[in-house]
């Protein structure tokens, strides 16, 4: 029988590149976001199964869980959902917007987590090993100026990761982080510039092979398929262009050969 994965944020960016990796990987999937549309046409795509939910709903997450235990073991959940919005100072920027970060960046991932963690459990029992990834970023460890909000949900966000796993030692589930650097999605740094889309382009401009979604999802992919004694505590991954959030290189890196 054919392991399942819930990933959360599936509706674009590197939520769906990782339920397209999955499936092509065999596994069954159910993707969950807010948009009904996108989802729908990811499941077209690719045969997922979907549940339209939001993660900062105690509702949401109620019916995602009540939804999942109808359809048997759960094996693997991503939590992806997540996202930065604004690039304010400390003292300029909206206390709304921090909430909403902190909201979906966190308090999402621990719903989720608090809602699927039985069914985790039992699918360890099923296929040996049960699986929790949230998907934080490098914003998680190194602050930058005009990032203090989302620097704080993120910094939390691995904070509860490294709980968690002290918590479930001694249960077969892995807890495990992937933090990215910059990744060029269609999203992120729209969403963060309130739709601005000059801002948004600027973000990666001149950046000499940025991340992409699919860059995102091997790593994702990658850990959860590992042997099952194997625990990818913390990936780090970003453009070779990025040194740091700071320290990002503009122009050609790569020569125009193919690589050897």
Same mark, same amino acid.
């Given at each position: 029988?054919? /392991? ?27 993707? %969950?976001?807010?948009? /009904? ?8 795509? *690719?045969? #997922?199964?979907?549940?339209? &939910?939001?993660?900062? +709903?105690? @509702? ?9 235990? &109808? ?9 992806? @959902? ?6 304010? +100072? %400390?003292?300029?920027?909206? *206390? ?18 608090? #809602? ?13 090993? #049960? ?15 005009? =990032? ?46 309130? =739709?601005?889309?000059? /801002? ?8 000499? +092979? ?6 995102? &999802?091997?790593?994702?992919?990658? @850990? ?18 990025? @040194?740091?959030?700071? /320290? ?11 690589? *050897?």
């Amino acid at each position: 029988m054919a /392991k399942r994965v819930v990933v959360t944020g599936a509706s674009s960016g590197i939520g769906a590149a990782t339920v397209r990796l999955f499936r092509a990987r065999g596994w069954e999937v159910v993707a %969950v976001a807010r948009r /009904k549309d996108r989802l729908q046409a990811l499941a077209e795509e *690719t045969g #997922a199964g979907y549940v339209v &939910a939001d993660v900062t +709903s105690d @509702a949401d997450v109620e019916a995602l869980r009540e939804r999942l235990v &109808a359809e048997g073991p759960l094996h693997a959940l991503v939590n992806n @959902a997540g996202g930065a919005i604004g690039l304010g +100072s %400390v003292e300029s920027s909206s *206390t709304d917007d921090w909430a909403r970060m902190y909201d979906i960046n966190v308090l999402g991932v621990k719903r989720v987590i608090s #809602a699927l963690l039985p069914l985790l459990r039992d699918g360890a029992k099923d296929g040996g090993v #049960a699986d929790i990834l949230t998907v934080t970023s490098i914003a998680g460890y190194v602050p930058y100026e005009g =990032g203090a909000g989302y620097n704080a949900a993120k910094f939390a966000a691995r904070a509860l990761m490294g709980v968690l796993r002290l918590e479930l030692n001694g249960e077969p589930i892995r807890v495990l982080e992937v933090a990215p650097g910059m990744v060029h999605t269609e999203e992120f740094s729209l969403v963060r510039f309130g =739709g601005d889309r000059e /801002k948004a382009d600027a973000v990666y401009a001149d950046v000499d +092979s940025p991340l992409v979604a699919e860059d995102v &999802a091997e790593a994702i992919v990658h @850990a959860i398929e590992l042997p099952r004694h194997v625990n990818l505590d913390l990936v780090t991954i970003k453009p070779v262009a990025q @040194a740091s959030p700071t /320290k990002l290189t503009r122009g050609q890196i790569f020569g125009t050969g193919v690589p *050897t």
